[in-house]
């Protein structure tokens, strides 16, 4: 079981959250003005690091916030980095 | 390769079983072949055998950085099945239950195939219209896949006992006698002595670490043994797509979750079919052929490499079981394990060429058991001849780029 740190309501039971997947995710800015590929690879393609990773999670049985936090994939340490989106 | 038979056993219980012969080699691997499997697992161990048996390709290697079978093919709950949404689905796994049938006496191993059926329990009018859905798609394909009322269920499934006042009352259910448990260390096992014998060199406790390209073409792998040079590579490493994948420089839609599996203390003959709970999300349980009840559930929540599951998948499948078979409220957990898989972004394999010439991969997704056998002989024919099998043509990767996904997203629990 995790405790995921939400920044409103401090560390919560994992089941309370979803997680939202990558945060380094980046929405091309001109959507039409990019390729198949690189459309495609921005909509389905992950990095699905092994390690410390980036990913949103959203507190939806909670205040409801979306934010940021660095866990790792291998060993579920989780860190709140400077930088953090919450 | 020695042929099992009943003279070969009697010869060898006169000699106290001392005798058997290896089932494979342990060769050292060679410095050049003419392709390389990642991963000797079902799906890898079974590519390297059909390419050696229906291509004619024995110059070939499966590389395993533990021992065979030691990553999912030996984690799963053995449940095959062809119960799915879409036609893209249904003759490919339709073509994986006609391979099991007939592996058992092709490979001379027992798979101990056992075609116990599967029961599906109706517990919403969702699930009812994609049964229906799914058993008229099915019939299509000359797949039989019924819907049963609660009568049938009672004969079948004489402990079947809901709760009255369970949440979602069960309604019906539906019945595709074809499911079936395979023995899953004997798929592995059996396809590895099948590929020996046919001149695949099979290597364990080789990783490899790199992909080496010149001008984008593959020119050969980086392992702890060495360099071994090769113009193909066919992936099948189950959880660890993206870490293989990235070395060729690739991304894949695909995110790493753990899936869990417990089983209580064996007791006696209790449960023939497969019983799946809250249907198409939720729990399935069996009795193994050593009495122990088998459960499972969807896959962790959230990525991880952890191969450890999370106790909330546990506690909520354990609740739903209790609901259909309060009796098993006395069941004592004997053991728990968890496997990783890769998961497409829409629930069906991916068997394809990739954007680097000479790389294939196949991703077996979220019940990739089942598909071994099909899975297999279509990566091999795509590995040879750089052509996909008609049977897999739409499980590649051209699939996210045209829009034409496979969705089976709601199967994922349901191994
Ligand atoms: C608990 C659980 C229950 C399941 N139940 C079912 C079920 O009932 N029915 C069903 O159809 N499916 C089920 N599945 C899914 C199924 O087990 C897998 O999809 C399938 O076994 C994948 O086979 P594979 O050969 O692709 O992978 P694996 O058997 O995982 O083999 C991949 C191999 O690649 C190796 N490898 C990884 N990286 C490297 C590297 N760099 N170099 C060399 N080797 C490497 C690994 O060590 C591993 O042995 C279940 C899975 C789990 C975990
Ligand atoms: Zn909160």
């Not at chain 2, 099991?100 to 092709?106: A, D, F, M, P, V």
């Not at chain 2, 079948?156 to 949440?167: A, H, L, N």
């Amino acid at each position: 079981m995790l405790l995921i740190p939400c920044p409103w309501c401090g560390a919560c039971n994992e089941n309370e959250f979803i997680c939202g997947g990558e945060s380094d995710r980046k929405r091309p800015t001109d959507p039409a003005a990019v390729d198949d590929k690189t459309w495609t690879d921005y909509l389905y393609n992950s990095t699905n690091h092994k390690g410390m990773t980036g990913e949103w999670w959203w507190h939806v049985h909670g205040c409801g916030k979306w934010f940021t936090i660095r866990r790792d994939t291998v060993t579920h340490c989780i860190e709140s980095a400077p930088g953090d989106q919450t | 390769m020695k042929r099992f038979s009943f003279f070969a056993l009697a010869r060898n219980a006169l000699t106290g079983h001392r005798n058997w012969a290896q089932m494979w080699r342990s060769p050292e691997p060679r410095r050049e072949y003419d392709a390389v499997i990642i991963g000797g697992g079902g799906h890898g161990l079974g590519t390297a055998y059909y390419l050696a048996r229906n291509h004619g390709m024995s110059n070939v290697a499966v590389f395993e950085k533990g021992w065979l079978g030691g990553g999912n093919t030996g984690r799963n709950t053995m449940t095959v099945r062809s119960n799915f949404l879409r036609e893209e689905s249904v003759p490919f796994h339709e073509k994986s239950l006609d391979l099991y049938q007939g592996l058992s006496r092709e490979l001379n191993f027992n798979l101990m195939v056992s075609e116990r059926g599967m029961i599906t329990f109706i517990q919403s009018s969702a699930v009812n219209r994609i049964a229906l859905q799914m058993a008229n798609t099915m019939h299509i394909y000359g797949a039989e896949y019924r819907m049963i009322g609660l009568d049938e269920v009672r004969r079948r499934i004489p402990i079947f006992d809901p709760s009255p006042d369970m949440r979602l009352p069960i309604t019906g259910a539906v019945y595709q006698p074809r499911a079936s448990m395979v023995r899953h260390d004997a798929v592995a096992w059996g396809f590895a002595r099948g590929a020996d014998a046919r001149g695949v060199d099979i290597i364990q406790n080789c990783e490899v670490t790199g992909i080496r390209r010149d001008g984008g073409r593959i020119t050969g792998v980086e392992t702890n043994r060495g360099f071994i040079a090769t113009p193909r590579v066919g992936m099948a490493v189950a959880g660890h797509g993206s870490v293989v994948a990235a070395m060729a420089g690739i991304r894949l839609p695909i995110v790493t979750q753990p899936l869990q599996a417990w089983v209580s203390e064996p007791i006696k003959p209790i449960l023939d079919e497969i019983v799946v709970i809250r249907s198409y999300y939720g729990t399935y349980l069996m009795q193994s052929d050593k009495g122990e009840i088998v459960i499972g559930q969807g896959c962790d929540p959230y990525p991880s490499y952890a191969q450890r599951g999370t106790f909330p998948i546990i506690e909520d499948a354990t609740t739903a079981m209790l609901e259909v078979f309060p009796r098993f409220r006395r069941l004592r957990l004997l053991r728990h394990w968890a496997g990783m898989l890769d998961m497409p972004y829409d629930g069906s394999p991916i068997i394809s060429r990739t954007d680097v010439p000479g790389f294939y991969v196949d991703v077996a997704g979220s019940g990739g058991f089942k598909t071994t056998p099909a899975a297999a002989y279509t990566f091999a024919h795509l590995i040879a001849r750089d052509e996909p099998h008609p049977l897999a043509a739409r499980l590649g990767l051209d699939r996210f780029s045209s829009g034409r996904l496979v969705q089976e997203g709601g199967v994922s629990a349901n191994r």
